[in-house]
């Protein structure tokens, strides 16, 4: 079965400094997602990443894909207290399979 | 656009009763829709996949004749928790796909499963 594999599993960051989220999956797969989820709360979509190279950026958050190296990365920029979230990755192989979650916490 | 509701948001029951859980795609049409389950502190977990008018598929070690899922029209699926204990206290969330855009699937806001 297909395993994905995010590191760290928590961040506890200052803002304004960046810091990168990575997510490892073990089969190949064209289809990578990221995901944000507030406490209580469920997944809002931050990125679709189709192909191999693709790179997205939304604000102080980019994602980027390697399907070579299965993997894929979230990296954020001057981190502000408003991304305080858990994020996910999930890879799509017949089915969703997500990763276990990186809880971020951006100090003032 | 693309907007996917559940209800109820919470609910609370006592153990050994049935819960229903019904999941609306409001402004599309969903060709196939995915339970979740997740518990605190940790990741979501598909349950099972619904495709309208169809007999939804349930992952290994998901209970069929307790969580009975039906997927009645294009825009609604539902997810019964039959004679529920306290153990399937949970986030449960559906969600899903949009037909022609099959790469994207939206998600509900959840509905927080509590079992006395």
């Known amino acids: 079965e297909l395993k994905v594999e995010q590191n760290p599993l928590f961040l506890s960051m200052q803002e304004g400094k960046n810091y990168t989220i990575y997510c490892n999956y073990s089969?190949?797969?064209?289809?990578l997602y990221w995901y944000r989820q507030d406490p209580g709360k469920s997944l809002e979509s931050l990125f679709v990443l189709l192909s191999n190279g693709a790179v997205k950026q939304e604000g102080r958050l980019m994602a980027s894909l390697d399907t070579k190296a299965r993997l894929s990365t979230l990296h954020i920029t001057a981190a502000v207290h408003d991304l305080s979230a858990t994020y996910f990755c999930a890879v799509e192989f017949n089915k969703f399979y997500f990763g276990s979650g990186t809880k971020l916490n951006v100090k003032p | 656009g693309a907007v996917v509701s559940q209800h109820p948001s919470w609910v609370i029951c006592k153990s050994g009763t049935s819960v229903k859980i019904e999941c609306r795609s409001l402004?599309?049409?969903?060709?196939?829709m995915f339970w979740y389950r997740q518990f605190p502190k940790q990741s979501l977990m598909l349950m099972a996949t619904?495709?309208?008018?169809?007999?939804?598929?349930?992952e290994q070690g998901v209970e069929k004749d307790k969580f009975l899922i039906n997927h009645a029209s294009l825009t609604l699926s539902t997810l019964t928790v039959t004679s529920a204990h306290p153990e399937d206290s949970s986030f449960y969330i559906c969600?899903?796909?949009?037909?022609?855009?099959?790469?994207?699937?939206?998600f509900g806001p959840g509905t927080r499963l509590t079992v006395t």
């Open positions: 969600s899903a796909r949009v037909r022609h855009r099959s790469y994207e699937q939206y």
């Open positions: 089969t190949t797969s064209d289809r």
């Open positions: 619904s495709n309208e008018g169809s007999k939804a598929t349930y």
């Open positions: 402004d599309f049409q969903a060709t196939t």
